[in-house]
C-alpha cells in the first residue's frame, strides 16, 4: 500500500519562500508522474504543478515563474518550491501519484494522495 506524506507547509509573510516534500512509501514513484494541488477555504481544489516520469513539467498559470516542481526518485521524493509567495496562494496542498503515468493534470488520473499540507501566507 503506497503512502505520500507532505511536509514543509507553514506561515510565511508575502514575498517569502517555502519548499514543500512528498515523501514517499510502499511502492517507488520513478515511473509515476507526480503532480500538487491545493485547496483553499470554500474553493475546489486545482492544480498547481506536474512533473512527469521523463521529466517534463508544467504549472498552473497562476503560480509559473513562482514555483518549480522537482523529484528525487534515488529518495522517492517529489519537491515543490514556492517562492514569491502571496496571500492567494494560501491553501492545503496535496501530494498526488498517477503510477498509471498517464501525464495528466486532472485529478481523476491520480490514484494516491497525501493528507495535506497547509501553506498560510500573510500580507
Known amino acids: 500500500q503506497v503512502q505520500l506524506v507532505e511536509s514543509g507547509g507553514g506561515l510565511v509573510q508575502a514575498g517569502g519562500a517555502l519548499r514543500l516534500t512528498c515523501s514517499a512509501s510502499?511502492?517507488?514513484?520513478?515511473?509515476?508522474?507526480m503532480a500538487w494541488f491545493r485547496q483553499a477555504p470554500g474553493k475546489e481544489r486545482e492544480f498547481v504543478a506536474i512533473?512527469?516520469?521523463?521529466?517534463?513539467?508544467d504549472y498552473a498559470e497562476s503560480v509559473k515563474g513562482r514555483f518549480t516542481i522537482s523529484r528525487d526518485n534515488a529518495k522517492n521524493t517529489v519537491y515543490l518550491q514556492m517562492s514569491s509567495l502571496k496571500p492567494e496562494d494560501m491553501a492545503v496542498y496535496y501530494c498526488?501519484?498517477?503510477?498509471?503515468?498517464?501525464?495528466?493534470?486532472?485529478?481523476?488520473?491520480?490514484?494516491?494522495w497525501g493528507q495535506g499540507t497547509q501553506v498560510t501566507v500573510s500580507s
Open positions: 498526488a501519484a498517477d503510477f498509471r503515468g498517464r501525464g495528466s493534470w486532472r485529478q481523476d488520473a491520480y490514484n494516491a
Open positions: 510502499g511502492r517507488t514513484l520513478s515511473s509515476a508522474t
Open positions: 512533473i512527469r516520469s521523463g521529466g517534463t513539467r
